[in-house]
C-alpha cells in the first residue's frame, strides 16, 4: 500500500476530517485526510435527505452530511434529490391527479403535507421533506458539515443566490462555519456564480472533467467530485496537481463508495474523501487494514 492509502486509513478511524486543511505530517503522514462523507444523510439507513438521515449520521458518528436543495412554485427551498416528488413521497396519493408530481409545480405548504419515510419503512412513516432552514437548523444541532448540492439549477433561475441568502440568514456564511461548508452542483455556471458570489465559500464540481480542462475549474472549484468508476489514480494526482481559486491544490471526493472493496480502490486511487450511503461500512473497512 503506498503512503496516500496509508494516511488516509488512518485518518478514515476518525470518521471524518478537514477538506482544505494540510495535516501536519506527524499526524496523518505527508498527505490529506480521508474524509468519509453521508451522502444525503445516512441514507441506507433513513428516508434520504430528511431529518432521520442527518440524525442517523450523527448517531453513527459522521460530521459531515451531503443534500440537495430544490425549489418549490412559492420560490421555497426544500432538501430532496428527485425533480419529481413521486419516488420518495406519496404524493400520487395525495395529489392523484398532479403528474408528473414535479418539485416545481407544488408549494411549500403542500409538500409539507406529504409523507416522506413510509417509502423507506414504517418506522419513519409520517417523516417530512425538509425546508433548507429546517435542515440546516438540524446539521448544526449536530455540529455537523454540510456538502450542499445545488440540485437542477437550469430548473431555478436565480436559486444560487437564494440559497446563498439563506445560508447567510442562517449564519453559515460566516468564520465559524468557513470549514464546515462546500456548494457543489453539475452545473459549472452555477458554481461560477456562487464562487462569483461569494469568494470564500469552497465549492465543488461534481464530473470527471478531462485532465486537461482542470484549470479552467480551478478558477472556481476547489474539489473535483467525480464517481468513483470514472476516476484512476492516475487522474487523481492530476486534479492534485492544479491550485484552486483559494491557492490550494484541488481535492477530490468520490461517490457513491457503499462496500469495502470500492473503498479500498478508492483509497488507492488518493482521494480525499468519500461519499456513501453507508459510511459506517466504509469507516469498517478501512479500520480492518
Same mark, same amino acid.
Given at each position: 500500500?503506498?503512503?496516500?492509502?496509508?494516511?488516509?486509513?488512518?485518518?478514515?478511524? @476518525?470518521?471524518?476530517?478537514?477538506?482544505?486543511?494540510?495535516?501536519?505530517?506527524?499526524?496523518?503522514?505527508?498527505?490529506?485526510?480521508?474524509?468519509?462523507?453521508?451522502?444525503?444523510?445516512?441514507?441506507?439507513?433513513?428516508?434520504?435527505?430528511? @431529518?432521520?438521515?442527518?440524525?442517523?449520521?450523527?448517531?453513527?458518528?459522521?460530521?459531515?452530511?451531503?443534500?440537495?436543495?430544490?425549489?418549490?412554485?412559492?420560490?421555497?427551498?426544500?432538501?430532496?434529490?428527485?425533480?419529481?416528488?413521486?419516488?420518495?413521497?406519496?404524493?400520487?396519493?395525495?395529489?392523484?391527479?398532479?403528474?408528473?408530481?414535479?418539485?416545481?409545480?407544488?408549494?411549500?405548504?403542500?409538500?409539507?403535507?406529504?409523507?416522506?419515510?413510509?417509502?423507506?419503512?414504517?418506522?419513519?412513516?409520517?417523516?417530512?421533506?425538509?425546508?433548507?432552514?429546517?435542515?440546516?437548523?438540524?446539521?448544526?444541532?449536530?455540529?455537523?458539515?454540510?456538502?450542499?448540492?445545488?440540485?437542477?439549477?437550469?430548473?431555478?433561475?436565480?436559486?444560487?443566490?437564494?440559497?446563498?441568502?439563506?445560508?447567510?440568514?442562517?449564519?453559515?456564511?460566516?468564520?465559524?462555519?468557513?470549514?464546515?461548508?462546500?456548494?457543489?452542483?453539475?452545473?459549472?455556471?452555477?458554481?461560477?456564480?456562487?464562487?462569483?458570489?461569494?469568494?470564500?465559500?469552497?465549492?465543488?464540481?461534481?464530473?470527471?472533467?478531462?485532465?486537461?480542462?482542470?484549470?479552467?475549474?480551478?478558477?472556481?472549484?476547489?474539489?473535483?467530485?467525480?464517481?468513483?468508476?470514472?476516476?484512476?489514480?492516475?487522474?487523481?494526482?492530476?486534479?492534485?496537481?492544479?491550485?484552486?481559486?483559494?491557492?490550494?491544490?484541488?481535492?477530490?471526493?468520490?461517490?457513491?463508495?457503499?462496500?469495502?472493496?470500492?473503498?479500498?480502490?478508492?483509497?488507492?486511487?488518493?482521494?480525499?474523501?468519500?461519499?456513501?450511503?453507508?459510511?459506517?461500512?466504509?469507516?469498517?473497512?478501512?479500520?480492518?487494514?
Amino acid at each position: 500500500m503506498h503512503a496516500r492509502a496509508v494516511a488516509a486509513t488512518t485518518t478514515a478511524l @476518525l470518521g471524518t476530517a478537514a477538506l482544505l486543511s494540510p495535516v501536519p505530517a506527524a499526524r496523518a503522514g505527508d498527505v490529506g485526510r480521508l474524509t468519509v462523507l453521508a451522502h444525503r444523510g445516512a441514507s441506507a439507513y433513513a428516508p434520504e435527505n430528511t @431529518l432521520a438521515a442527518v440524525d442517523k449520521a450523527a448517531a453513527l458518528g459522521f460530521t459531515w452530511v451531503e443534500n440537495d436543495v430544490q425549489r418549490t412554485r412559492d420560490g421555497r427551498l426544500v432538501v430532496i434529490h428527485d425533480d419529481s416528488l413521486r419516488r420518495t413521497t406519496n404524493v400520487e396519493q395525495v395529489f392523484p391527479g398532479r403528474a408528473p408530481w414535479k418539485v416545481k409545480d407544488f408549494t411549500a405548504a403542500e409538500i409539507a403535507r406529504l409523507d416522506a419515510g413510509s417509502w423507506f419503512s414504517r418506522a419513519y412513516t409520517g417523516t417530512r421533506v425538509p425546508t433548507l432552514a429546517q435542515y440546516m437548523r438540524e446539521v448544526e444541532h449536530h455540529h455537523e458539515k454540510l456538502l450542499l448540492e445545488i440540485k437542477n439549477p437550469e430548473l431555478y433561475p436565480g436559486v444560487e443566490r437564494q440559497i446563498l441568502e439563506q445560508l447567510g440568514d442562517e449564519g453559515w456564511l460566516d468564520r465559524r462555519h468557513r470549514g464546515r461548508l462546500v456548494v457543489q452542483s453539475f452545473s459549472a455556471d452555477s458554481l461560477r456564480l456562487v464562487h462569483r458570489l461569494r469568494p470564500a465559500v469552497t465549492t465543488g464540481y461534481l464530473g470527471t472533467p478531462s485532465a486537461a480542462t482542470l484549470p479552467r475549474y480551478a478558477g472556481f472549484a476547489d474539489l473535483i467530485n467525480p464517481s468513483v468508476g470514472s476516476i484512476s489514480a492516475g487522474y487523481v494526482r492530476s486534479v492534485h496537481s492544479v491550485h484552486g481559486p483559494h491557492g490550494r491544490p484541488l481535492r477530490v471526493l468520490t461517490w457513491t463508495v457503499d462496500d469495502a472493496v470500492t473503498a479500498w480502490k478508492a483509497v488507492g486511487y488518493g482521494v480525499d474523501g468519500v461519499i456513501s450511503n453507508k459510511p459506517d461500512v466504509v469507516r469498517a473497512a478501512l479500520r480492518a487494514s
